[in-house]
């Protein structure tokens, strides 16, 4: 009897359980969605930063093989190169020099030597899902180099369903390169994916006369490669990274040209690491744990200068690691706030150094009076506080708030405050105003190098900062076009350059510019995206800041055909470059250059040819004055081929 | 820079401007197909009435086409829902089957039509069609909720289903009350006094 009068209540408690997960579920399943959205910035309309997305296959389409040739795609961003072949990253009118972040599926790489982050430049296109690069400040949540922009590189590896990859690519330069993306279910719910490439070039590019009246060739070789490994598993994840890039110094570090029978270079190793624990306190509240590793070496051996009682050998090796361990609170506990809040300790120590320079003649006679690039046991302890949060003032309107503290060891504070507002105006039309404050921290050459006459560093230096102020329009009258426009202002403060040997603070900095971007889906057959940005940049002096265009543009379109072919089409455009006070040469000519290319997939196999700077376009990366006369010379038209198998 | 080669260029950039005055139809975004992936199972759970549109079993959720190209992208939304739900959801299967619109007629056992963008007449007779079956509707393009199809997605700074109420009130659709507090509600019609209508009582009773 009771047992019958017990049963509606046991069918009641489980159909109300059974209610009850089923709209657990649901709502787990929403906040899981919101993740995909923002980790894929598919809502980075709604987002407080400006943020461009470049996805990997319609990179490939395209024909950009490589990390920093798909950089020039986004609006703002122009790519310049070092006399020792370094390429720089122009964000918004600022010399990268450790101004931008580069993280790989969410690993900073930045180094504390120099904040350098170039050797990643040949990352190929077949192992990137996505790009995504926030212009402007990114301190809050990455802390120091994160000054200009951010960039992350998200790699299949960290992608959870792709398919596996062999891929092979050879071009005229002559280069050629090949690698592999495996992906292996382990269970329900972990995998592990692998990935590696190896690049090989020869390329050379004939150029005129160096310093010293020497013509030659600039030697563009190299022999990069770089393994990658991803676990995850519902709660843990770990990914480690190899990367060595060993190349050629171009147009030589003392911006003079190597013998053709000596050639040397530098090798660029980085290993980074990061293991990683996700989970829920409850529905409202999210947490991860993080460690990690990461350790760099660079050596450079070169023939600096010819003098007429022998050539000048220049021989450095450095090496640093650093490990670190983060937590972070994703909050929606109060309703309407999304909370942020983190923690974080690095540690930084140079663990080699060594400089050798002599005459080739003389071996045993060092020429620098120092054996040492940087005071010797540089280390360096981070510790960081952040907090963000982002209010919904009702359906129209967000409003963001977030500060960072980051206490250095080596040099002292500094705060990064954040401000924004997104107001919905409309369906189609949203508005951001965004206030940032970033910072750069001196890197290690700055503080401690020990070079007199060359590289002197003070250990009294303090941060740079920027403060920018940022205002985005972005229409979307449909689902398949996308209208940007954005103004900004920034000015980078207490900047840090190297006069006559001493590196010093000295001065500000001011850019001013806009960025319009127009995305469209023409039909289904075809995908359009034009992108045009202004900039000036001026010193304190009101003087235009050389070799920096002020002007830059891209138009991207890729069609695809019934039959299995797609074309991309890229013209690119920058235009001229100013020059330094000192400098007595006319400014340096802008250019543009088309590419194009046909691709053809086949169930499993897909075949793009490509021509790059179709009209043979003679173009240069500006050289600094009493150097290279027409500049760093780049190279004119060149053909390339890649097969990709998709298994 | 020769002159032959900056009169090209102008004409390539008049060519793209010209372009840009054509109308405009849809590319797909796979990060949008991997959240639907996720989220339809789970919403066609909210149905209380949901055991009766499955047959054998299975789920089967129908991907309705234009062209082949618009066939070809939506692949990623089973690769998602496989991927998500390889074991099914709640001791069903999920099965994906892909049917242009001009062969919707002769479709059997769906549970779920999934419109990719069209003509809006294509989605009305659909949408006719689901309604006389009892077949719920879900549109890529939530503009096709205008055309009487009942989910979509809508992604803002935060993801909500999108539920055209007036859809689900003609066919007979209940939901589970939760979805509803969740979701956004979408209302075609723009006159206030319909709206009015439209109460608390109305919405949980569609």
Redesign the interface.
């Known amino acids: 009897m009771l047992k019958l009068l017990l049963l509606p209540f046991l069918c009641i408690s489980l159909i109300h359980a059974e209610?009850f997960s089923?709209?657990d579920?649901?709502?787990s399943?929403?906040d899981?969605?919101?993740t995909?959205?923002s980790k894929?910035k598919?809502?980075i309309d709604?987002?407080p930063a400006f943020v461009t997305i470049l996805k990997g296959s319609n990179l490939e389409l395209l024909g950009i093989q490589d990390l920093y040739e798909a950089l020039s795609l986004v609006p703002g961003v122009e790519i310049s190169m070092e006399g020792s072949g370094a390429y720089e990253l122009i964000f918004r009118g600022v010399k990268e020099k450790g101004k931008v972040k580069l993280l790989i599926d969410g690993v900073a790489i930045n180094n504390s030597y120099r904040g350098s982050i170039y050797y990643y430049h040949d990352f190929p296109v077949e192992l990137i899902d996505r790009i995504e690069v926030m212009r402007g400040p990114g301190a809050i949540y990455y802390g120091s180099n994160a000054m200009s922009g951010v960039i992350n590189v998200i790699t299949k590896n960290a992608k959870?369903?792709n398919d596996n990859r062999l891929f092979l690519t050879g071009s005229s330069l002559p280069s050629y390169r090949g690698g592999l993306q495996y992906n292996y279910a382990l269970g329900?719910k972990s995998r592990l994916s692998l990935d590696a490439y190896y690049l090989y070039s020869d390329a050379r590019i004939e150029s005129e006369a160096d310093r010293t009246g020497q013509i030659g060739h600039s030697d563009e070789s190299a022999q990069n490669f770089s393994v990658g490994l991803n676990y995850s598993s519902e709660h843990l994840s770990f990914l480690a990274r190899f990367k060595q890039s060993q190349e050629g110094l171009a147009f030589g570090l003392g911006n003079a040209f190597e013998s053709q029978d000596d050639q040397t270079g530098s090798i660029n190793t980085s290993v980074l690491s990061q293991l990683q624990y996700n989970n829920q306190i409850n529905e409202s509240n999210h947490y991860s744990l993080s460690l990690g590793l990461n350790n760099y070496r660079q050596e450079i051996e070169t023939r600096f200068l010819p003098t007429s009682s022998g050539d000048l050998i220049y021989k450095n090796s450095y090496a640093e690691s650093s490990v670190f361990t983060e937590g972070t609170l994703n909050s929606s506990q109060f309703d309407h706030h999304s909370l942020v809040l983190g923690v974080r300790y690095e540690y930084a120590q140079a663990r080699h150094n060594e400089l050798n320079t002599y005459n080739e003649n003389t071996p045993s006679i060092p020429f620098l009076p120092t054996e040492t690039l940087i005071q010797p046991d540089a280390k360096r302890h981070i510790f960081s506080l952040y907090v963000n949060d982002?209010i919904?003032l009702g359906e129209k309107v967000?409003v963001v708030g977030g500060l960072r503290w980051d206490n250095y060891s080596d040099f002292g504070h500094a705060l990064s405050p954040r401000l924004g507002i997104?107001y919905?105006a409309i369906k189609e039309y949203n508005i951001k105003l965004l206030y940032s404050r970033a910072y750069r921290a001196p890197s290690w050459l700055e503080l401690y190098a020990t070079i007199p006459g060359i590289s002197v560093g003070d250990p009294s230096l303090q941060a740079e900062t920027s403060d920018t102020l940022e205002l985005g329009n972005i229409y979307r009258p449909?689902?398949?076009?996308t209208l940007r426009l954005n103004l900004y202002v920034s000015q980078i403060d207490n900047l840090i350059v190297r006069d006559a040997a001493l590196y010093q603070q000295s001065g500000k900095n001011y850019y001013y510019g806009a960025e319009a971007e127009?995305i469209?889906?023409?039909?289904?057959?075809?995908?359009?995206k034009?992108t045009l940005s202004y900039v000036e940049a001026i010193d304190n002096n009101n003087s235009a800041l050389p070799n920096i265009a002020n002007l830059l543009a891209n138009?991207s379109?890729i069609h695809?055909f019934?039959f299995g072919i797609k074309s991309g089409t890229l013209?690119k455009?920058v235009s001229a470059r100013s020059r330094a006070e000192n400098d007595s040469r006319d400014a340096l000519?802008g250019?543009?250059l088309?590419d194009q290319s046909f691709s053809y997939t086949y169930k499993a196999v897909n075949l793009t040819a490509s021509v790059k700077n179709i009209?043979d376009?003679n173009y240069a990366y500006p050289a600094p004055a009493n150097t290279y006369v027409n500049d760093y010379v780049r190279e004119g038209r060149s053909y390339w081929l890649s097969g990709r198998l998709t298994f | 820079m020769a002159k032959w080669k900056v009169d090209i260029l102008i004409k390539l950039i008049t060519l793209l401007l010209l372009l840009s005055s054509m109308t405009f139809a849809q590319g797909m975004k796979e990060e949008l197909l991997q959240i639907h992936a996720t989220l339809i199972p789970k919403l066609l759970m909210m149905d209380y009435d949901i055991d009766k549109k499955i047959h054998n079993d299975t789920i089967k959720i129908t991907v309705v086409y234009e062209s082949s190209a618009q066939k070809e992208q939506a692949q990623h939304l089973q690769k998602y829902i496989h991927a998500k739900y390889p074991q099914g959801i709640n001791n069903k299967k999920i099965d994906l089957n892909f049917i242009p619109y001009s062969q919707l007629k002769n479709d059997k056992d769906s549970t779920l039509y999934y419109l990719l963008h069209t003509s809006h007449k294509e989605i009305s007779k659909a949408v006719t069609l689901a309604n006389h079956r009892a077949i719920i509707t879900f549109c890529y393009d939530q503009e096709d909720l205008q055309y009487g199809v009942m989910l979509s997605i809508k992604v803002t700074n935060k993801v909500k289903p999108l539920i055209n109420v007036e859809a689900l009130k003609e066919a007979s659709i209940t939901l589970r009350p939760l979805l509803l507090k969740v979701a956004e509600l979408y209302y075609h019609s723009t006159s206030f006094m319909e709206f009015m209508i439209y109460d608390q009582q109305t919405l949980y009773n569609v």
Do not use: C, K, P
């Open positions: 209610e089923l709209e579920d649901l709502l399943s929403l899981e969605v919101s995909i959205a894929t598919l809502n709604d987002m959870e369903v329900e982002s919904e967000d997104i919905r449909n689902n398949d076009q127009w469209a889906s023409l039909g289904i057959h075809d995908d359009i034009t138009i379109y695809s019934d013209l455009y000519e250019y543009a088309l009209f376009i």
